[in-house]
């Protein structure tokens, strides 16, 4: 099965404007210096800007600064800040930057395995630049990903999933647990490799891409399970007691390794969490297509709501997409 997607043409960003004008541009984080979304209001989309040297201009229009309203020319002694606040009404009655939000990355960057949003398109669908030289491993996850899915139909023809039987256990559903469980840490590793990570892999390592990830915030809706809540399967994973936190995968280390003592943690209730992982992984790091249709009959991803600034920028014109490790720290 393969991810078919719209191309998306890269933004022209009117480079040859910025040429001959010092355009050796101060890096992201020194000054006010760098990339800027500003978000026009409901329904009325949102614009690129690039400032520098004190000026501000607005990327993707022709001749922009011959244009209206889109370069600004702070005068000496004066911010950038203060000259679009004398200049226009958009940052009246706000503070700071108003509706311009930072940018963290620049044009074109993103990291490994790591899927955002596009911060220019109408529509916030999480995008992964690279998935054409993933496609071996995403067809591979889809298909692990529906034996899980066909594990779990058979358990439920079996077990009426309901808030009365999550307690339910037994050894197909540890099977189901142990297997899903070790491919949500395939997918750990994965992603820990692929941003140059050399650590020894444990969930103390694993913790670290809940942040980046937005890993926390996913939700996963069982279609054919309506007394079955939607489930959050990386809610309160805690950097202070990475296993633990995580019930289901606790549970999985319990069952593999001792069944004999806890055999009940192979419940119905950690199986729908495991595979739920499974699946908010895959769209993690692949995006919403990474579902194909038929998995998204059994099963529905809600992706967190990302901030403008965590979003990806489409290259500049002639450019191409850049991959940047993610900084991996510990973060509540």
């Given at each position: ?195 140059g990570s050399t650590a020894k892999f444990n969930t103390n390592e694993f913790v670290k891409l809940a942040a980046p990830l937005g890993l926390r915030d996913y ?104 991959p940047i490790p993610l900084q991996l720290s510990v973060k509540l």
């Amino acid at each position: 099965m393969h991810l078919c997607r719209a191309v998306l043409t890269p933004i022209r960003y009117a480079r040859s404007e910025w040429e001959g004008r010092n355009v050796a541009l101060a890096q992201i984080g020194q000054g006010d210096e760098g990339w800027y979304v500003r978000d026009v209001g409901p329904g009325q989309g949102r614009q690129l800007w690039r400032f520098v040297d004190a000026t501000a201009m607005r990327a993707g229009v022709t001749n922009p600064e011959g244009g209206a309203g889109t370069y600004y020319a702070a005068d000496p002694g004066e911010t950038i800040w203060a000259c679009l606040r004398r200049s226009t009404p958009w940052l009246d009655g706000l503070d700071g930057s108003g509706p311009f939000q930072r940018m963290v990355r620049r044009p074109g960057e993103f990291h490994p395995r790591v899927a955002r949003p596009l911060a220019l398109r109408e529509k916030e669908t999480l995008w992964f630049p690279d998935d054409a030289k993933e496609q071996r491993y995403i067809t591979s996850a889809q298909n692990q990903l529906g034996s899980l899915i066909d594990d779990l139909r058979a358990i439920c023809r079996v077990v009426q999933p309901a808030a009365s039987t999550l307690s339910v256990y037994g050894h197909e559903i540890r099977n189901l647990l142990i297997l899903a469980a070790t491919e949500v840490e395939m997918h750990w590793r994965g992603i820990l490799t692929a941003n140059g990570s050399t650590a020894k892999f444990n969930t103390n390592e694993f913790v670290k891409l809940a942040a980046p990830l937005g890993l926390r915030d996913y939700a996963v809706h069982f279609h054919p399970c309506p007394d079955i809540a939607p489930i959050r399967p990386f809610d309160g994973w805690d950097v202070l007691d990475p296993t633990n936190s995580l019930p289901w995968f606790a549970a999985y280390h319990g069952v593999k390794h001792n069944r004999e003592h806890e055999f009940d943690q192979a419940n119905l209730a950690n199986g729908f969490m495991a595979v739920a992982a499974c699946a908010v992984m895959m769209v993690a790091q692949f995006g919403q297509d990474a579902l194909t249709r038929e998995l998204k009959g059994f099963l529905s991803v809600q992706p967190p709501a990302w901030p403008i600034e965590e979003m990806y920028l489409m290259p500049e014109a002639e450019g191409d997409w850049s991959p940047i490790p993610l900084q991996l720290s510990v973060k509540l």
